[in-house]
């Protein structure tokens, strides 16, 4: 693995205690019966939405980056490659929760736009890693 992989996966895997920390508080929410959370379906879905997207697009990165040290890419691709990848877990899972921050929110406000931007990051990202390994 390249040292910028490397590094990147290192980032991602201290990120794991964040998520876990993450499934905590919700469980929190739930088991105590916060006001905001049980009782604002929008907020939960959405806070549930982010936790397991953040989960499942920080294992993808970590295997993207495998993947990516064995693409027929140049150096500059494979760098804008790692940030597209990298940038969804952190993009999408933010736009779910501060979408709906407040207890009262019973829709999300414009930062639910992250999330889109998160995807096309991922999507660009990973278009560009399967060009590159096809």
């Known amino acids: 693995m390249s040292p910028s992989s490397l590094s990147i996966a290192g980032v991602l895997l201290i990120t794991v205690p964040t998520i876990a920390f993450g499934g905590l508080s919700l469980l929190a929410h739930i088991m ?66 501060l979408s709906v921050v407040r207890p009262s929110d019973t829709k999300p406000n414009r930062l639910i736009w992250l999330v889109a931007l998160g995807g096309v990051s991922l999507g660009a990202g990973t278009l560009t890693l399967g060009i590159g390994l096809v």
């Open 32 to 97: 105590r019966n916060i006001p905001g959370y049980l009782d604002n379906p929008v907020r939960r879905g959405l806070w549930r939405a982010g936790h397991a997207h953040a989960g499942i697009l920080v294992l993808f990165a970590l295997v993207a980056m495998v993947y990516i040290d064995q693409a027929d890419l140049s150096d500059g691709m494979k760098t804008l490659t790692r940030i597209l990848i990298v940038a969804a877990p952190i993009l999408m899972p933010i736009g779910f929760f």
